[in-house]
């Protein structure tokens, strides 16, 4: 079973960045595709990047194309999220989540994730 462990939460100001890391640890990491999710306070969990396992495949959602950018590296069992230009609509709780690679690429509908971290907190102010 796999464990994740999100960490680099945490209070900026608006226009400024931060990278998120999921730590994974259990016996399979590599075939897992990765996602990450985000729920801000009176509102459904929803779907921010994933990556593949094999890291070719990257989707994300459209309010934060071409501002965060999902990568991993399998040898460290880490999956980063590199949020740049961040706006207060981003504030939310991030969670890490993990599910078997699927052929057809990573999933963005969190219902198909089996494998969930606690989350970090990402605040960003006006």
């Known amino acids: 079973q796999v464990q994740l462990v999100e960490s680099g939460g945490g209070l900026v100001q608006a226009g400024e960045s931060l990278t998120l890391s999921c730590a994974a640890s259990?016996?399979?990491?590599?075939?897992?595709?990765m996602g990450w999710f985000r729920q801000a306070p009176g509102k459904e969990r929803e779907f921010v990047a994933a990556?593949?396992?094999?890291?070719?495949?990257?989707v994300y959602t459209d309010s934060v194309k071409g501002r965060f950018t999902i990568s991993r590296d399998n040898a460290k069992n880490l999956v980063s999220l590199q949020m740049d230009s961040l706006k207060p609509e981003d504030t939310a709780l991030y969670y890490c989540?993990?599910?078997?690679?699927?052929?057809?690429?990573?999933?963005?509908?969190?219902?198909?994730?089996?494998?969930w971290g606690q989350g970090t907190q990402v605040t960003v102010s006006s």
């Open positions: 989540a993990a599910d078997y690679a699927r052929v057809a690429g990573p999933p963005t509908d969190r219902h198909e994730y089996h494998y």
């Open positions: 259990g016996p399979t990491y590599s075939p897992y595709d």
């Open positions: 990556i593949s396992w094999s890291a070719v495949r990257s």
